[in-house]
């Protein structure tokens, strides 16, 4: 079966206080519901809001998010309300537009999604999805009310016709540029029921057929990016806008360019009318200012009409609207300004020079439209006057507004100056008739920086009002406020010198902090368990550490896992009711455990390492992966037993029993433990039954582990000579380890010695898995991995009818993962890569995924099931650090070399979780090791870290430091570390006789020689 998409799992954390009702970020689009009188707005957020512009309309929630601006000049009070809002894109909503008489509400995101939603329905829900892109959608628009669909087009270099009920695709459009493809990209769109025109970086409008996709024609003009496109309702005229500063007029009819309209001096970003012959639009610009031109009575002369600079924003105007004598502006920031509109019809009060102007051109009156009655003084008076400053000059070829004085109402004197002379001036004085809007429906404040710390664990965010916040990435909630500060004063405060691996990506491009899961990184970081901070106390092992990536996926998914258990025990009840009652599956209080009867010589094992039931029995865990025992000589005693550590089974000779060892013996920090593909760790052998390696050992060897073999078998020897006994073994297993083969870890989310591990299916499926499956298939998803699990019970049942089928669904328990409280409304979401982008399959809360498990089943990947049900993570390489160990000045002892060694033994290879406490008691072991005989230290006994010091360039190390955060903050750089141990004082350590030291000083000066 083949490979799904890569896919990812985000969540988003909630702001504190977070209340509908308002965008984060700057708001991309505008739409009018002119019959119900509604404003719809879609945000950088990916939120779609719904405000009342009637007052007398209430608001369900009877919150206003307006701002009255003017209420202060004694102008009307605002008149908008909010009334409802959805989250529909994780990304940018770029466009939107109303269709099916204002019922439906079409956006277009960066998520790569058309989405539909309802907002007059009697019971609202969200959004769903009508179509899907390759790039992100930048526009969306559809012919008419009547109409069942709609039209989007994206930096795929595509427009799609999509059916609002949900038909799917209905016709598609390729787009891309003749010359450069990529030039295709569709920044503009209009559609009527006959002609579809789009335009872009290639600075040429395209009409299409919307009903056979075929290209009608093509106009050239333009010499910068096409941003805003308008068709007049009959179909004969197109309007657009562009980057070069200017709006054309096409005609359809005649094929050309008829005007050029140059009011504007910056880029044009948005045009907006709703006169069906395009008489008056409005445009804005990057400046923000916002024009209203009305070419009425014009008789086709463009030249001879009226361009008013109505407001300036003080950001670039991303799209504006206008109906009922407002005009409402989009930005760059989360606010939405409603203006007062200008009426420029036969009543409006002009300049005297301009009004005679505009007199002596008015001889043939519009087709369009009747004579309107003129206007009476009493009218014009209550009419405040249109300053001269605020006229534009429509065009290059205009006459009009020139000869009117910009700084005064005269006119200048006469005719003889030149346009050109003129332009520069006229520019630079032009002013709008309003300065403040007449409302604003305020935003709420959006993030747009943040910082993630050292222990990977918090983020500090700064948002649009200059809060700065800290964050809990696992807890999933806020956790600091540190007020108006600079993010840069407040990171050095609490940032931690800590090295973790990184294990997420942080994305504010929404305004919400939002945390991505990438299946190659995720379970990767660690951290140490006595670190952190519960409600509930948790026994935990010794230095046990925890998955960050599995444990907040865990919870976030707790409700699912808990539905698939149920599932799962609802199956397994049907296969087990042919088992008979006085079988195990049919009686009542069955042995949980099988008991193995003791052989001579042989202790019981701990009882921790049962495995454990998901019915949530508690046991004390182990770090994966960290068993001390493997590939170490042992005493004389069973074969394969001595130092094997296996999930399932404690058998350990009585003497070296890795139960029985202090814990900080029972963990081998500097090696992992391999783990055969089957699962199964591999067994240490004593020398008695040490057996040769198979071909596909030797294969799997370094370089450097090649090298070596002569070397081990020479430690092996002269440990026999030596006679030394095994029960002060750290040394040696610290040697055993110190380079890793090139096979694959398989980390179990259970710990080593409390569960079985689960073996992630490998991408190279050997027949031996298929045929066990009865050559069955299984979807590469969530629901492959039940699959798996079913067939398995369906096999065992039929192999074994008369034993009951056990669960297989072993969810982390609360010692390796602790209980979190995750707010309800965290939003989790599902994405797959794709060729643009990332598109959305899944979007739900912590609270939903239960209800939601038919469809995260479906469509969530299978790596998330086998974490989440079976504990298995993908497999990965460990990652290891090199360092030297020396004594500080020769005050103590040199390491005292592994038995048979010539490359000297300070040179070592641990893990980068190492602590500096383990190698502190590993030098210990080294130059003060207990005398002959006593192999468990007295109670009473100084610790090494009470009595021994490590430095690094000069620097006390303190015991928790790791070797990942010490090469990060201290060693700083890629050679080995080189690592100097000394005493404190509160411990007298022997030097050792001279010959002994001469022996070793030449083998610390051959391991120094090889660091540098």
Known sequence: MAKKARQRISYVLEAPNSSPGGHRLGVNGLAIDRDNAILYSGGRDGVVCAWDLNNHTSAPNGHSAVVDAASANGRPKSITRFRAQTQAHTHWINDITLAQQHSALVSASS?????????????????????????????????????????????????????????????????????????????????????????????????????????????????????????????????????????????????????????????????????????????????????????????????????????????????????????????????????????????????EAYKQHRASMATVRSRETVAPAVATESDLATKPTIPAKSILRISNTASFPLVIGRDNDDPFPGFARKGSELSEQVTSIVEPIYHLPEETIEGHFGLVKHKLLNDRRRVLTLDTAGDVLMWDLIQCRPIKSFGKRHLEDVEPEVNTREAVAPWCSIDISSGNLTVVLEPYNCFDAEMYADELVLDEPVDFREDQRINLGKWVLRYLFANLIDEEIRRDEAFRQKLNQGVTTGNAGGRTGRPLAISIPPQPGWERADPSSATPRPSGSQYPPMTPGFGIGLATPGSPGPPAIEGFTSPLSSLVDGRVSQVSRPSQEREDYFSDAIQSPDGAFKPALTPAAEVPPT???????????????????????????????????????????????????????????????????????????????????????????????????????????????????????????????????????????TSGGSAEMYRGTVASAGGDAD??????????????????????????????????????????????????????????????????????????????????????????????????????????????????????????????????????????????????????????????
């Open 855 to 1012: 469809v995260i089943e479906a469509r969530a990947p299978q790596w998330l099931g086998d974490a989440l049900l079976l504990n298995a993570l993908p497999p990965k390489d460990p990652v290891k650090i090199s360092f030297v160990l020396l004594p500080w000045r020769d005050t103590l002892p040199h390491l005292a070399p592994a038995a048979g060694a010539t490359d000297g033994n300070n040179r070592l290879n641990a893990n980068r979780m190492l602590r500096v406490k383990k190698i502190l008691a590993y030098v210990a072991e080294r130059i003060d090791p207990p005398p002959e005989g006593e192999e468990v230290a007295k109670p009473d006994a100084l610790k090494p870290e009470e009595y021994l010091e490590l430095y690094c360039n000069d620097q006390l190390l303190p015991i928790k430091m790791t070797l990942a955060a010490l090469r990060t903050h201290v060693w700083r750089g890629g050679n080995d570390i080189i690592l100097h141990y000394k005493a404190n004082g509160r411990k007298e350590i022997p030097m050792r006789p001279p010959a002994d030291a001469e022996k070793t000083e030449g083998q610390t000066e051959a391991a120094a020689v090889e660091a540098a």
């Open 111 to 351: 998520d790569l999604l058309v989405k539909l939603w309802r907002p007059l329905a009697s019971d609202i829900k969200e959004p769903v999805t009508i179509g899907q892109h390759a790039d992100y959608v930048r526009c969306v628009a559809t012919p008419s009310q009547s109409t069942s669909w709609v039209a989007s087009g994206g930096l795929d270099r595509k427009i799609y016709l999509w059916d609002l009920s949900g038909a799917g695709k209905t016709l598609e459009i390729d787009v891309q540029g003749e010359e450069v493809p990529q030039k295709g990209s569709v920044y503009a769109l209009a559609v009527t029921h006959d002609i579809l025109a789009n335009g872009g970086p290639e600075s040429i409008v395209r009409l299409w057929d919307p009903r056979s996709g075929q290209r009608i024609t093509k106009f050239v003009g333009h010499t910068d990016m096409i941003r805003a496109i308008l068709i007049s309702e009959s179909g004969d005229m197109v309007l657009s806008a562009s980057s070069d500063q200017t709006v054309k007029v096409w005609s359809v009819t005649a094929g050309r360019c008829m005007h050029t309209l140059t009011m504007h001096d910056q880029s044009v970003w948005a045009l907006f009318s709703d006169d069906p012959g395009l008489n008056i639009f409005y445009s804005s610009d990057r400046s923000g200012l916002v024009v209203k031109t009305d070419v009425r009575e014009t008789h086709g002369d463009m030249d001879n009409g009226l361009s008013v600079a109505i407001a300036k924003e003080n950001d670039g105007v991303s799209k504006v609207v206008a109906w009922d004598g407002s005009i409402w502006t989009a930005t760059a920031t989360a606010s939405i300004n409603r203006w007062k509109d200008v009426d420029t019809g036969n009543g409006m009060r002009l300049p």
């Open 695 to 833: 071909a596909e050992d030797k294969s799997a060897k370094t370089p450097a582990e090649n090298s070596k073999e002569g070397g081990d078998a020479k430690d092996k020897d002269k440990d026999k000579d030596n006679g030394k006994s095994p029960g002060t073994m750290f040394g040696k297993k610290f040697r055993m380890g110190m380079s890793f083969g090139s096979k694959k870890l398989v980390r179990s989310l259970s710990t080593a010695a409390a569960e079985k591990p689960a073996v992630l299916p490998d991408e190279r499926a050997d027949e031996s898995e298929s045929s066990s499956n009865h050559d069955k298939e299984f979807d590469d998803s969530f629901l492959g991995v039940i699959q798996r699990i079913r067939a398995d019970y369906e096999k065992q049942a039929s192999e074994q009818p008369d034993r009951a089928v056990e669960t297989r669904i072993t969810p982390s328990l609360a010692n390796d993962t602790p209980v979190l409280k995750l707010p309800p409304g965290t939003k989790v979401i599902i994405q797959e890569e």
